[in-house]
Nanobody, 115 residues
Framework: QVQLVESGGGLVQPGGSLRLSCAAS????????MSWYRQAPGKERELVAH????????SYADSMKGRLIISRDNGKNTLYLQMNNLKPEDTAVYYC????????WGQGTLVTVSS
C-alpha cells in the first residue's frame, strides 16, 4: 500500500521545537522531490518547505524561513521537518507530500503552539 505517515506533532509552548517525521511505504522516495505543507483552521493549505530528491536543494516559506530545517534519509525512506522557535500562528495540521507518479499526501499531524 502506497502511503505517507506523519508523526511528531503535538502541543508545544511558544519558542519551543518539534521534529516531524514522514515515513513512506509502498514506494521508494529516493528519486522524488518532497515537501511539507500546513493548513491552519479556516485557511488554505500552504507550502512551508521543499527538498529535492537528493536533498541538495531546499526552500522555505518566508513566514517560517530561519526556523525550519527540512531533511531526508532516503535509506530510511523518511522525510523530516525540524521546527524551531515556534509561534502560536504556526498552529496547523502539517502534511507530507510526495511529487511522485501521482500526488501522494499523508494524513497530517497536528501541531499546536500554545502556552
Amino acid at each position: 500500500q502506497v502511503q505517507l505517515v506523519e508523526s511528531g506533532g503535538g502541543l508545544v509552548q511558544p519558542g519551543g521545537s518539534l521534529r516531524l517525521s514522514c515515513a513512506a511505504s509502498g514506494f521508494t522516495v529516493s528519486s522524488i522531490d518532497m515537501s511539507w505543507y500546513r493548513q491552519a483552521p479556516g485557511k488554505e493549505r500552504e507550502l512551508v518547505a521543499h527538498i529535492s530528491s537528493a536533498g541538495d536543494s531546499t526552500s522555505y516559506a518566508d513566514s517560517m524561513k530561519g526556523r525550519l530545517i527540512i531533511s531526508r534519509d532516503n535509506g530510511k525512506n523518511t522525510l523530516y521537518l525540524q521546527m524551531n522557535n515556534l509561534k502560536p500562528e504556526d498552529t496547523a495540521v502539517y502534511y507530507c507530500y510526495a511529487r511522485a507518479w501521482k500526488p501522494i499526501w499523508g494524513q497530517g499531524t497536528l501541531v499546536t503552539v500554545s502556552s
